[in-house]
């Protein structure tokens, strides 16, 4: 059972916007720790994709942003391509655990 | 372009100790927090704890602290993850990856390309 939840799966068609929510509590993201979201393709090291709660790496697409609010947040695939397709996991820090936690993960399949 | 470069894949037997290594540069070695992130076969990421290079401070996650030791050798900027006495479960890629200095708990920015230990008798 991790601490941060994520949905198992979201799927758009090229083109759309799909949201990956993550779901955390007041020891952490609600605690105001920063959320940090990592883009992994099978048999490949993560990448963070955002960190900090809203800001993307140079050479992450801007189709990619993320957003916060209370225990929650979220990240956004606008204009989703074919090669987004991939696991996505979010990340923040538990205050309770004294420990960086991580999301389950989201597998992102585009139709 | 920063680079965390792992040692190579292990095979090893129950009850066996082990030390994976992750070789970084002067700069990070000095300045940033190196974590370890274990991804046990077709499940997600935990992170398992870091090391601050600079004084060797050592933070631990609840689920691994005992049962894993984290260091490092200044004298060639690497880290290490180690076991004493490995179990079946400990079956998993190990990710080192450094955490990033932008603000207090950060996230981690750049990453190794993984060491697969597989344990087998």
């Known amino acids: 059972q991790s601490v941060l939840t994520q949905p198992p799966s979201v799927s758009g068609a090229p083109g759309q916007r799909v949201t990956i929510s993550c779901t955390g509590s007041?020891?952490?993201?609600?605690?105001?720790?920063?959320v940090h979201w990592y883009q992994q393709f099978s048999g490949t090291a993560p990448k963070v994709v955002i960190y900090d709660d809203t800001n993307r790496p140079s050479g992450v697409p801007d189709r990619f942003s993320g957003s916060r609010s209370g225990t929650s947040a979220s990240l956004a695939i606008t204009g989703l391509q074919a090669e987004d397709e991939a696991e996505y996991y979010c990340q923040s820090y538990d205050t309770r655990l004294s420990a960086y936690v991580f999301g389950a993960g989201t597998k992102v399949t585009v139709l | 372009e920063e680079q965390l470069e792992q040692s190579g894949a292990e095979v090893k037997k129950p009850a066996e100790s082990l030390k994976i290594s992750c070789k970084v540069s002067?700069?990070?070695?000095?300045?940033?927090?190196i974590g370890w992130v274990r991804q046990m076969p077709g499940k997600g990421l935990e992170w398992m704890g870091m090391?601050?290079?600079?004084?060797?401070?050592?933070k631990y996650s609840p689920s691994f602290q005992g049962q894993v030791t984290i260091s490092v050798d200044k004298s060639i900027t690497t880290a290490y993850l180690q076991w004493s006495s490995l179990k079946a479960s400990d079956t998993a890629i190990y990710y080192c990856?450094?955490?990033?200095?932008?603000?207090?708990?950060?996230?981690?920015?750049?990453w190794g390309q993984g060491t697969m230990v597989t344990v087998s008798s």
């Open positions: 990856a450094r955490h990033s200095n932008s603000r207090p708990f950060s996230g981690l920015d750049v």
């Open positions: 090391i601050y290079p600079g004084d060797s401070a050592t």
């Open positions: 007041s020891s952490n993201i609600g605690a105001e720790y920063a």
């Open positions: 002067r700069n990070t070695f000095t300045n940033h927090w």
